[in-house]
C-alpha cells in the first residue's frame, strides 16, 4: 500500500480485516479491543460482500440469509468473530448494507 501517513488506515484494514473478536483470527491472533476499530468495521463489511458475492466454490447468498449468518452464525462464521458493538450497529443498519450492496450491482 505504501509508506506514506496518509495511508495509514488503510494499511491498518489490509493488515487486520481476518483477526477476529474472539482471537481466533490471522496474521496475529489479535483479540478484542487489540483490533484496531478501522478493521473490526471493514471485517463485518468484508464477511458481508463475500457472502453476498458468488465465488468459485460457493454461490451467492441473499441479504436475509447473510444477516441470519451473521446474527446467528453458520458453524463457519459466528457472532463472537465481530466486535459486538459493530455487529450491533449492523443490525440497526442492515438494510443500508442491502440498498448499497443491490445499487452496486448496477
Do not use: M
Amino acid at each position: 500500500i505504501g509508506s506514506h501517513p496518509h495511508w495509514h488506515i488503510a494499511q491498518s484494514i489490509a493488515l487486520n480485516h481476518h483477526e477476529k473478536w474472539d482471537g481466533s483470527g490471522y496474521p496475529r491472533a489479535l483479540k478484542a479491543e487489540a483490533i484496531p476499530l478501522e478493521a473490526r468495521i471493514a471485517a463485518l463489511a468484508d464477511q458481508y460482500d463475500a457472502l453476498r458475492c458468488a465465488r468459485a466454490h460457493k454461490p451467492a447468498l441473499d441479504h436475509q440469509t447473510v444477516v441470519k449468518i451473521l446474527n446467528q452464525g453458520d458453524g463457519r462464521t459466528k457472532p463472537q468473530h465481530f466486535d459486538p458493538l459493530v455487529l450491533k450497529a449492523f443490525r440497526e443498519t442492515a438494510f443500508l448494507f442491502e440498498e448499497i450492496f443491490e445499487r452496486r450491482k448496477g
